[in-house]
């Protein structure tokens, strides 16, 4: 059991590390995301689910089931009292942008939302929700 233990350790500790690299703004990004957060705030699920990627979008397959999922899952951006962006950043070839969210109770809130270039311009593919402290890292 020590050796599996042993080796398990050594091969985690060999794993590569996936550089993560702090990018200028991109025009467009920061932008999406605040349409999208509006559109919530507007109850409007229809023009929030045209933010989504279209891997978003064969996922949920409607707008309503989108605008549940976030309204359930993600309240602090179905309505959020304060939105600020942080940095931008590259890792494995894509783009997440973070974002800092105060809820309707005060609470804050980093995200970190994986994004994608369309032919319709910059689009939400996933969105995580990371310890607050992870703001300052």
Known sequence: MKRLFAAFALLLWSLPVHAQDVVAPVPGIEATISSQMEA?????VDAAFDYASPMIKGLFRNAQNFGAMVEQGY???WTPADVSFGDLRQENGALY?????TD???RVHVLDYKMIETENG??????????ADAFAA
């Open 122 to 131: 910059w689009r939400i593919d996933g969105v995580q929700v990371l310890r």
């Open 104 to 106: 309707a109770g005060g």
């Open 40 to 44: 919530f705030l507007d109850r409007d």
């Open 97 to 101: 942008q973070k974002v800092v969210v």
């Open 75 to 77: 309240p602090m951006v």
